[in-house]
């Protein structure tokens, strides 16, 4: 499975150990991970999706659409909410294809790329 950093490491530590980590695996195969998914509460008491992860080999397989729609029934509120930088394209694109519509920015996380905010309306 992808590392993509000591901070991202920590959150999924943390996530796996408070059992807001989906893993996905290979069809008929639960031993090989193919990408992951964290949902919490953690944005002002709204649900939200910090990470999404798929391979590098396995990515443009649907297995990023898989983890966000299961994190989706996951979620108990009205609302789940989701961000991305400006600049990341593939992420942008799944979130509007899940129906996920952008909510707002913060500058000033990541220098020169904006931080996106995203929304659904759930049916819970």
């Not at 530590?13 to 695996?25: D, E, G, H, K, Y």
């Not at 195969?29 to 509460?41: I, K």
Request: aromatic share 8%; proline share 5%; charged share 20%.
């Amino acid at each position: 499975m992808v590392s993509t950093g000591p901070e991202t490491d920590a959150t999924l530590a943390i996530s796996v150990i408070a059992a807001q980590c989906w893993l996905a695996t290979e069809p008929g195969d639960g031993a090989s991970p193919v990408g992951y998914g964290v949902l919490n509460q953690n944005f002002f008491e709204h649900y939200f999706v910090p990470l999404i992860v798929v391979g590098e080999d396995s990515r443009r397989r649907g297995i990023g659409i898989a983890i966000l729609r299961e994190l989706e029934t996951q979620c108990r509120g009205p609302k789940l909410f989701t961000s991305t930088n400006a600049s990341n394209t593939p992420m942008r694109a799944l979130l509007s294809q899940c129906g996920f519509v952008e909510n707002g920015y913060i500058d000033n996380l990541d220098e020169g790329d904006r931080e996106l905010i995203f929304v659904k309306r759930t049916s819970a």
